[in-house]
């Protein structure tokens, strides 16, 4: 392996990720600390939080077809940590509908999320996320083996369209634009999933063993 084509240093890019991606809680700790939510702060923050979600989602999501493209197979190294921040940015999202709609009060929590759609749909979401998070470590990949924990986190395929569905209901039909923008991007990466899926399952047929014909025993006077 040359200089050249050996892999960056993972530790470092580790670090530099996990600083890149606390930005976003970052502004909001500011805008908290300067009162620059604009003139609806609980909107401002649900929909920061919200926004963060889906991108980290997103972003855990492009991680194998970058790495299949670009042959860098230490981009693996940095999927955890993002889909990590994926669920540490939806529990903040969770917590600022429950604090700021209903004052964590449980009672008027539990009819909110069966009588609003988009809010069902969201909690749907989440409710998803949690075992993903959970499972996230090596010790429950040694557990549950690494077939059923595979089938385990394609649920995250399912997280995002519950994900666009909740956009989409959640803003106004004049808005639709980052909705519909977001769902064509993971439009784009279920649709790559899926082909790369389709290839792998049909068989490469191999020419190594194959004799060649023989229309005669012997060769012909």
């Given at each position: 392996?040359?200089?050249?084509?050996?892999?960056?240093?993972?530790?470092r890019?580790k670090?530099?990720?996990?600083?890149?991606?606390?930005?976003?809680?970052?502004?909001?700790l500011?805008a908290?600390w300067t009162g620059?939510?604009?003139?609806?702060?609980?909107?401002?923050?649900?929909?920061?939080t919200?926004?963060w979600t889906?991108?980290?989602?997103?972003?855990?999501?492009?991680?194998t077809?970058?790495?299949?493209?670009?042959?860098?197979?230490?981009?693996?190294r940095?999927?955890?940590?993002?889909?990590?921040?994926?669920?540490f940015?939806?529990t903040?999202?969770?917590?600022?509908?429950i604090?700021f709609?209903?004052?964590?009060?449980?009672?008027?929590?539990a009819p909110?999320?069966?009588?609003?759609p988009?809010?069902?749909?969201?909690?749907?979401?989440?409710?998803?996320?949690?075992?993903?998070a959970?499972t996230?470590?090596?010790?429950?990949?040694?557990?549950l083996?690494?077939?059923?924990w595979?089938?385990?986190h394609?649920?995250?395929?399912?997280i995002?369209i519950?994900?666009?569905?909740h956009?989409?209901?959640?803003?106004?039909a004049?808005?639709?634009?980052?909705?519909?923008?977001?769902?064509v991007?993971?439009a784009?990466?279920?649709?790559w999933?899926?082909?790369?899926?389709?290839?792998k399952?049909?068989p490469v047929?191999?020419?190594a063993?194959?004799?060649p014909?023989?229309?005669?025993s012997?060769?012909?006077?």
């Amino acid at each position: 392996m040359t200089t050249q084509d050996a892999p960056p240093p993972v530790a470092r890019l580790k670090l530099a990720l996990f600083l890149l991606a606390l930005l976003p809680l970052g502004r909001l700790l500011w805008a908290a600390w300067t009162g620059d939510f604009g003139p609806n702060p609980v909107e401002f923050v649900q929909r920061w939080t919200g926004t963060w979600t889906f991108n980290f989602l997103l972003l855990t999501l492009c991680i194998t077809p970058l790495r299949v493209w670009t042959q860098w197979h230490w981009l693996l190294r940095l999927r955890r940590m993002l889909g990590l921040f994926t669920f540490f940015y939806a529990t903040l999202h969770f917590l600022s509908f429950i604090g700021f709609d209903h004052s964590f009060d449980v009672d008027a929590i539990a009819p909110d999320i069966f009588k609003r759609p988009f809010v069902t749909v969201g909690f749907a979401a989440f409710v998803l996320l949690i075992p993903l998070a959970a499972t996230s470590n090596q010790w429950a990949i040694r557990k549950l083996g690494g077939r059923r924990w595979q089938e385990l986190h394609r649920n995250v395929y399912l997280i995002g369209i519950l994900a666009c569905v909740h956009y989409f209901w959640l803003v106004k039909a004049t808005a639709l634009l980052w909705p519909l923008a977001y769902a064509v991007a993971l439009a784009l990466l279920l649709g790559w999933r899926v082909r790369e899926r389709r290839r792998k399952a049909i068989p490469v047929p191999s020419f190594a063993n194959v004799k060649p014909l023989r229309f005669f025993s012997q060769k012909p006077e």
